[in-house]
């Protein structure tokens, strides 16, 4: 799944750092072609400055709209009526939208993949090989998910302590525990995340491998690639 993610996507963070620039840059509403996502709450005049809010969500809708199958069918649909809630934590219905389908589950879920990816990325460079077996290896939760960090502590509403988990990441951890460390690598030629099926596998495919061979013959292999 992680390897539909192209190696060129924006981050939610960039998105925002984006949304935050064209905002701050007082971009009129007259000056911007059709296309843009605007709330319907009021009526917008010409002379508008275009908000950062709208900025964040017509580009979110424009990316997510444009990903690759079958990151888009994770990702979900995309629901624009539910906008405002990428401003809020934790997930909740609106406008008649169950939780799970409102813009901010959508971005949860895209948030997931890079840290899907980047967990696999840091288990890959760190215990693959077998050193650094003492580092840890953090995993940060989605925006809008309930806990912030693995365990969250929290009240049940009957006074008596509880936990909030992330879903997403509850995922990640069935997925990911018991597995042999050594055998999830990144491929040095196309970085794509891949399952040594022999530990002496050194890239995902056998184009890759025959990409990789080549350039050891002529000598513009990283020594840091090399098995």
């Given amino acids: 799944m992680v390897n539909c993610l192209p190696l060129s996507a924006v981050t939610r963070d960039d998105i925002r750092r984006i949304a935050k620039e064209k905002f701050e840059a007082g971009i009129k509403l007259k000056d911007v072609d059709a296309g843009l996502w605007l709330f ?3 009526q917008h005049a010409p002379d508008d400055v275009i908000s950062e809010l709208d900025w964040f969500v017509s580009i979110l809708l424009d990316v997510l709209g444009g990903l690759p199958h079958p990151a888009k069918d994770f990702v ?9 809630s990428v401003l809020f934590k934790p997930l909740y219905d609106m406008k008649g939208f169950p939780r799970d ?13 890079f840290v899907a990816r980047q967990a696999l990325r840091d288990i890959a460079s760190k215990w693959a090989n077998g ?7 953090p995993v940060a939760a989605p925006p809008h998910d309930e806990a ?6 929290a009240s049940d509403g009957q006074g008596r302590i509880t936990e909030r988990r992330s879903t997403l990441l509850d995922n990640l951890r069935a ?15 196309c970085e794509k995340i891949y399952w040594a099926e022999r530990k002496d596998q050194p890239t995902c495919s056998k184009r890759c491998n025959s ?4 350039r050891i013959h002529r000598g513009t292999y990283e020594k840091s690639q090399a098995n």
């Fill in 40 to 42: 319907g709450e009021r």
């Fill in 76 to 84: 979900g649909p995309l629901n624009p009526e539910t906008g405002r």
């Fill in 101 to 113: 389908t409102t813009l901010a589950a959508a971005e949860n879920r895209y948030h997931y993949l």
């Fill in 131 to 137: 050193n650094d077996l003492a580092e840890v290896v």
């Fill in 148 to 153: 912030d960090t693995p365990l969250a502590l």
């Fill in 175 to 189: 997925t990911l525990i018991g597995v042999e460390h050594a055998r999830i690598r990144q491929c040095p030629i």
């Fill in 211 to 214: 990409v990789r061979r080549s």
